[in-house]
């Protein structure tokens, strides 16, 4: 007797422990419901196919100078052929258009500012996402309507947090309340010299973004959308709708030469 109650209670604790392996597999599914999918690489190592350059003040594929360029596997941003920066803001688009996926960049800063660029973009950078077509922008834009997740190296003293969020035309959702600031700081640490620093992007359509440092969360929102305010981003409203559901992405030039050595995306499920 005692041993059919011994191989009744072994039977009934496996079925539990089953059981909760069952509801522990569920609650993990539910919590991230993507399957794994390769990276796609954006950037091939060798040139700029499927990249279309917009720079202020000329006409989309026009790499003034040859602003971008790749030499030794790494994707350049470069002013060797600059006099001095006279405000030309450039931007690197990928041809396609996303919507729901995980963006992994590499990048570095190196060398000195350009004669003529802004303090501010000193050391500054960032990849802009849910963006216009370099196409629909005007010949003098200097940003396209998007939103960046903005680069910044440090400068040798202080703090100067990176993955930071800049809104060009745009506004974004976090903590419930509408950011109308242009700039929001990410609490990411600061990345002194020419380190490369790995910062990736996970964005959920008109959902929810989060921005990621060298590993670590540093900055979450949601509900991206265009401010009607804008001139530009006007233009883009259709049927008074201003959550960005997906767009172009872009690789900034504002001054400063800046390396990426890789640049690959993940496509999550809807």
Request: proline share 3%; with cysteine; net charge neutral.
């Amino acid at each position: 007797m005692l041993g059919v109650l011994s191989r009744f209670s072994g039977i009934l604790t496996g079925v539990l422990f089953l059981g909760f392996l069952g509801q522990y597999s569920g609650e993990a599914a539910a919590a991230d419901p993507v399957p794994a999918k390769d990276w796609i690489t954006l950037f091939n190592g060798k040139n700029l196919d499927g990249w279309t350059v917009k720079i202020q003040g000329h006409e989309a594929g026009d790499n003034f100078a040859n602003t971008f360029l790749v030499e030794d596997g790494i994707l350049k941003v470069s002013y060797k052929g600059y006099k001095e920066f006279s405000g030309k803001f450039g931007h690197l688009f990928y041809k396609d258009s996303f919507s729901h996926y995980l963006l992994r960049v590499e990048y570095r800063f190196v060398g000195d500012q350009v004669k003529g660029g802004p303090g501010w973009a000193t050391r500054n950078s960032g990849v802009m996402f849910h963006c216009q077509s370099p196409q629909s922008m005007g010949k003098d834009q200097d940003f396209p309507v998007s939103i960046e997740a903005q680069f910044l190296g440090g400068l040798g003293k202080g703090e100067r947090p990176t993955g930071n969020v800049c809104t060009p035309g745009t506004n974004v959702i976090m903590k419930e309340s509408l950011v109308k600031a242009h700039c929001t700081n990410s609490k990411s640490k600061t990345y002194n010299g020419d380190q490369w620093v790995t910062a990736e992007l996970e964005v959920r359509g008109s959902g929810k973004v989060r921005q990621i440092i060298n590993g670590e969360t540093v900055l979450e929102y949601e509900q991206c959308q265009l401010d009607p305010k804008d001139k530009n981003a006007a233009k883009l409203i259709k049927d008074g709708k201003l959550l960005i559901e997906g767009g172009y992405i872009a690789l900034q030039a504002e001054s400063h030469p800046v390396e990426f050595r890789k640049v690959e995306i993940r496509i999550l499920s809807k």
